[in-house]
Every structure is written in C-alpha cells, then in structure tokens.
C-alpha cells in the first residue's frame, strides 16, 4: 500500500508548475482562435462588401442601360407596325400640305425605300398615306428625294407625277437649298468651313467585309518636303462639297449646322468623320474605317448622358434635316421654307451635353 500511494504522490511546486504551463498554453490557444475567427470574419465582411459593391455597380449599368435599350427599341417600333399603323403615324407627322406638296417630318429608323430585310418604309405606304390626306379617291403620292433610314426631318412628297418631276429636277440642278443639323464628337477646327473631297465607294478588307464611301482627294502630301501634289482624280468618284458652322459647343461634342451644296450618298456624315475628324454622335458605320464596331466616347461625353461604353451602340445617329427651302409652281415663283423640329432624343441630348441653342 506503502509503495502505490508512493508512486501516485507528486511534489506540490512540480504539480502547479505543470497546471500554470497548461494554462498559459489554453490561453494562447484560445487567443490564437479568436484571432484566426476575427480574421476570417474581417476577410468574409471585406468579400461581401466588395460583392455589395459589384452589384451596386453592375445594377447602375443597367439602370444606365435601360434607358438607352428602351429609346433604341421605340425608335425602331415603325419597322414592325401594320401599313395603316404607319401610314397613320406618317400622317400626323405631316407639317406643310398645299395642291403639290406634302412635307413629313420623317421619322428616326424608318427606310424610304424598301430591301432585303426591311417590313416596312415610306414607299410602299404613299398610297394608303394619300388617301388619309385627301380622300378615298387620292392620288398615290411620289417621293421627290431620299433621306438615310438614320436621318430625320424634312421630306418632301409630290401629289403628282409632274410636280415630282419637277422637284426632282429641283434637287439636281442644285436649286433646293437643304440645312442639316447634326451633333458630333469633337469640334471641327476651323469652326466654319467648307469640305470639297470627292467621294467614292469601296470595299473595307476585314474580318466582316462591308462596303462603305470614303474620301477620293485628287491631291496628297509629298513625304519629302510636305507639300500638296495633284494627282490623278478617280474616274468613279463624285464631286462633293459641304458647307459647315459650329453653332456650340460642349462635353466634347459639338453642335453644326451643315449645308450640303452636293447630294453623294453619306456625305454629310463622310465629310466630318473623315474630312474634319468630328464623326457625327452615334455614327457607328463611319467612326472607324477598317471596321463595324460601336463608336468610342470621350469619358465626359459618357458622362454627360449617363451611359456606358459598352453601351454606346444604342446611340442613335443624330442627323437631322432641319430646313428646306425650294421654289413651287410651274414658274417657280413660290418659294416655300419649311422647318422640322428636331426628335425628342436629339433635344435630350442637347440637354444633357449642355449644348446650348437658344441663340439659333
């Protein structure tokens, strides 16, 4: 008995040394925990306000988005209605009507004439849209001239063939005097001007092959000294020549009014994307050259309109034929001037751009 109870006995000082030993190393390990869980809830707090914060931003871009989508949508809503339905709306867009004209303030989005996937255009409802002006019995209107699908504003339909014929003539003998308004990236300097270029079309070599019309210059830059040689003109090119001012400017963008004294298909929109560097707000065929891709935006014209990059292929092009101004009758001796207000979407952007016009 004797020597059991002496191996279980411990001297006192050995005992409470090993308990204080194992105390300390609990509470180490303890604190270690409590800092590995502090840690870990630190990391799980940072993770989930940076997921916060994502979202936060990726909801402002499709707050930013949607706008952008729904205006896109409506301003191609006259492609898909029935004929009456856009006949009916072509209608009430009519500003100016007398015994030989009728003058739309034509529509964004809309084709004048019709193509390989167009439902809808102008032409094909110039019967349905005479007999709503006059009566059941009305001549089927005549187109005089053509505006780009993109384009808005005036427009001038004849009600017969030989007052279309002769407004026809008009816009080739140069006699009809057209004033464009458009909004572009970039201010043209000079701020008043003239571009004479010829203009031809070709083919762009890339990964999607597209035609587009480019500049035709019958001069260049000697690489020796600088200086403008003539060359050879290219016999498939048109003579072209537009008139322009800048009317404001703001965020990059600038405000012009632009007289086109010739008519080459996209030449308004040639002559500033490649004549003066200015490509015109929302021009996505004419901003770049080697390629089809949504136009770039300088940072505080994204800003401005609250819109991202990767949106910016919902701009619509803003082109507008503000004023027209053409000799009537027979002899020629009524002039008409006839003004379209810009659509909703340029004045917005007006807006938001700060480009004032109240001065014009």
């Known amino acids: 008995m004797a020597a059991l109870s002496g191996r279980l006995w411990r001297r006192p000082g050995e005992a409470l040394g090993r308990t204080a030993a194992g105390a300390v190393r609990a509470q180490e390990l303890a604190e270690r925990l409590r800092a590995k869980r502090s840690?870990?809830?630190?990391?799980?707090?940072?993770?989930?306000k940076q997921q916060q914060q994502q979202q936060q931003q990726q909801q402002q871009q499709e707050v930013a988005a949607e706008p952008a989508r729904r205006r896109a949508r409506e301003l191609a809503a006259l492609q898909r209605v029935h004929p009456n339905v856009l006949a009916k709306a072509l209608r009430q867009r009519a500003v100016y009507q007398?015994?030989?004209?009728?003058?739309?303030?034509?529509?964004?989005?809309?084709?004048?004439?019709?193509?390989?996937?167009?439902?809808?255009?102008?032409?094909?409802?110039?019967?349905?849209?005479?007999?709503?002006?006059?009566?059941?019995?009305?001549?089927?209107?005549?187109?005089?001239?053509?505006?780009?699908?993109e384009t808005t504003g005036v427009m001038v339909l004849a009600r017969n063939k030989e007052a279309a014929d002769r407004i026809r003539l008009l816009f080739k003998t140069r006699q009809v005097e057209k004033i464009y308004w458009a909004i572009s990236v970039g201010s043209p300097d000079p701020a008043e001007g003239i571009v004479e270029i010829p203009m031809v079309e070709r083919e762009v070599q890339s990964h999607q092959p597209h035609f587009k019309m480019t500049l035709a210059p019958n001069y260049r830059m000697s690489p020796e000294d600088g200086k403008v040689l003539k060359i050879r003109k290219n016999r498939n090119a048109e003579s072209a020549v537009t008139q322009y001012r800048v009317l404001a400017s703001s965020s990059a963008c600038s405000l012009l009014e632009?007289?086109?004294?010739?008519?080459?298909?996209?030449?308004?929109?040639?002559?500033l994307a490649y004549g003066l560097g200015c490509p015109i707000l929302g021009d996505h065929k004419y901003s770049h050259w080697s390629k089809l891709a949504p136009?770039?935006?300088?940072?505080?014209t994204l800003k401005r309109?609250?819109?991202?990059?990767?949106?910016s292929r919902h701009l619509p092009l803003h082109l507008h034929a503000y004023r027209l101004s053409l000799p009537l009758?027979?002899?020629?001796?009524?002039?008409?001037?006839?003004?379209?207000?810009?659509?909703?979407?340029?004045h917005r952007t007006l807006r938001k751009l700060e480009l004032d016009i109240a001065k014009e």
């Open 305 to 311: 309109l609250k819109l991202q990059q990767s949106k």
């Open 39 to 48: 840690e870990e809830e630190e990391e799980k707090k940072k993770k989930k």
């Open 98 to 149: 007398d015994e030989e004209v009728v003058v739309l303030n034509k529509p964004y989005g809309l084709p004048v004439h019709g193509g390989p996937g167009v439902k809808n255009c102008i032409a094909d409802v110039l019967p349905i849209l005479a007999k709503m002006l006059v009566n059941m019995k009305a001549e089927p209107l005549h187109l005089c001239h053509r505006l780009d699908k």
């Open 329 to 346: 009758g027979t002899s020629g001796s009524k002039r008409i001037d006839l003004v379209c207000e810009p659509p909703s979407f340029f």
């Open 258 to 271: 632009l007289q086109p004294i010739t008519g080459v298909k996209h030449q308004l929109r040639v002559h």
């Open 295 to 300: 136009q770039k935006l300088p940072e505080i």
